[in-house]
């Protein structure tokens, strides 16, 4: 069975945090880098973090670096981003999925939404 449950969004003001929570099954998750992408309205899916399967590795996009954090808890099979000094621009549907050095599988998850608005 194959399974990306994403939670934890919602709607914030600029400059607030939010932690993301991805729950993945065990044939995707283990082995494997994990990845966050979003989706804004209208825009194509983008990459914006990941991590490999040690944790000791992680990458960000420019446009996140230095204001989000991936982390990854192998033994629950959990996927978190821990969001900080959000912007407009961080509004999107935010979705895990394999990652890094790990091409994403062809399963997507519901995602979860993400609204920064003040």
Partial sequence: ?????????????????LRL????????????????????PGK???WVAS?????RYTNYADSVKGRFTISRDNAKY????????L???????????????SSPSNYWGQGTQVTVSP
């Fill in 44 to 46: 194509e899916r983008e």
């Fill in 87 to 101: 912007a407009l621009e961080d509004t999107a549907v935010y979705y895990c999925n394999r990652g890094g050095s």
């Fill in 78 to 85: 959990m996927v978190y981003l821990q969001m900080n000094s």
């Fill in 51 to 55: 991590i490999e399967f040690s944790g």
């Fill in 1 to 17: 069975q194959v399974h990306l449950v994403e939670s934890g969004g919602g709607l914030v003001q600029p400059g607030g945090s």
């Fill in 21 to 40: 929570s991805c729950a993945a099954s065990r044939n995707i998750f283990s082995g494997f880098g994990m990845g966050w992408y979003r989706q804004a």
